[in-house]
């Protein structure tokens, strides 16, 4: 692939590693035993690269049984999905109140 000036499409090592001016979060939940449903939730956004772009992949998800509360598909990199997500798995939690 060298010889002929050709690389990979996927991203490079290292780039999950902290910026020189990036601010370390403490992690709340190290010591949070989850026993049940509902204790916490999570987001997780995914951006997957397709031939016109890239769609992001929005998830909420409850952490004790990683059931997918609910997830969106959008086609727009704006933080509307995400809104969305979380407002849609909020309802669906207090419909089974």
């Given amino acids: 692939m060298g010889e002929r000036g ?11 590693a902290p910026g020189k001016d990036s601010k370390k979060y ?7 035993e989850v026993t049940r449903p509902n204790q916490v939730w999570s987001t997780d956004i995914t951006y997957i690269r397709m031939p016109g772009g890239f769609v ?3 998830a ?3 952490w ?4 997918v509360l ?3 598909l959008p086609f727009t990199l ?6 969305e997500a979380l407002e849609e ?9």
């Fill in 56 to 58: 992001e992949l929005t």
């Fill in 26 to 32: 403490p992690y709340l939940l190290r010591d949070l």
């Fill in 78 to 83: 704006d933080n509307s999905c995400c809104i």
């Fill in 89 to 97: 798995a909020l309802d669906r939690e207090n419909r089974k109140s």
């Fill in 70 to 72: 609910s997830w969106r």
């Fill in 6 to 16: 050709l690389r990979a499409i996927y991203p490079g090592p290292k780039l999950s």
């Fill in 64 to 67: 004790y049984s990683r059931y």
């Fill in 60 to 62: 909420v998800i409850d």
